[in-house]
């Protein structure tokens, strides 16, 4: 299992990221996935999570109504869509298959 993660940055309060993930090494779309972010000093948060087809998705309250994930099995890719980014989202953000493969993460900074 390879889960690669892509898309962070650097960007102002406000502003947009999407974070990309391709995974390769399993049958993509038998399984949900989820996005998890983590600060140094803090323990690791659930971001986001999606069914294995799409249907099915969940968000943490700090990020309803700003974030979207997705996925296109075709391409074997999740997505997070990041908008009206805040400070307070600066943190690694990692892609998991349901918490037990990890990607080596991406660096998402939120600052003016």
């Known amino acids: 299992v390879q889960l690669v993660e892509s898309g962070g940055g650097l960007v102002q309060p406000g502003g947009s990221l999407r974070l990309s993930c391709a995974a390769s090494g399993f049958t993509f779309s038998s399984f949900g996935m989820r996005w998890y972010r983590q600060v140094p000093g803090k323990e690791r948060e659930l971001v986001a999570g999606?069914?294995?087809?799409?249907?099915?998705?969940t968000y943490a309250d700090s990020v309803k109504g700003r974030f979207t994930i997705s996925r296109d099995n075709a391409k074997n890719t999740v997505y997070l869509q990041m908008n009206s980014l805040k400070p307070e989202d600066t943190a690694v953000y990692y892609c998991s298959r349901h918490g037990e493969y990890w990607g080596q993460g991406t660096q998402v900074t939120v600052s003016s």
């Open positions: 999606i069914s294995a087809a799409g249907g099915m998705t």
